[in-house]
Nanobody, 118 residues
Framework: QVQLVESGGGLVQAGGSLRLSCAVS????????MGWWCQAPGKQRELVAR???????NYADSVKGRFTISRDNAKNTVYLQINSLKPEDTAVYYC????????????WGQGTQVTVSS
């Protein structure tokens, strides 16, 4: 069973940066496209960044130029570097494998809270 453990969130001022980490148990990590989703209060979970097993990346328009997704296959870890944070980035951030229809492949972890103050 794959487990996802997100970390690195916190309270930051607008314009600041954070680096989120997601530790993934299970050897299938290496063959999966991984992604980061965010869920703001009262909104649906949204896929904001994805990275294939070979390192190709794709981003939602709202985060292009500010978010960078990366992965370390040796450590079974995927990262999300978030720069130039905005109050509207406030959300719980989750990682998961990216399945059909941008759905998560595995059971969701607890996520990590990012709160941006203005």
């Amino acid at each position: 069973q794959v487990q996802l453990v997100e970390s690195g969130g916190g309270l930051v001022q607008a314009g600041g940066s954070l680096r989120l980490s997601c530790a993934v148990s299970g050897s299938i990590f290496k063959i999966n496209t991984m992604g980061w989703w965010c869920q703001a209060p009262g909104k649906q979970r949204e896929l904001v960044a994805r990275i294939t097993s070979s390192g190709a990346t794709n981003y939602a328009d709202s985060v292009k130029g500010r978010f960078t997704i990366s992965r370390d296959n040796a450590k079974n870890t995927v990262y999300l570097q978030i720069n130039s944070l905005k109050p509207e980035d406030t959300a719980v951030y989750y990682c998961n494998g990216v399945g059909l229809g941008s759905r998560g492949t595995f059971s969701w972890g607890q996520g990590t809270q990012v709160t941006v103050s203005s």
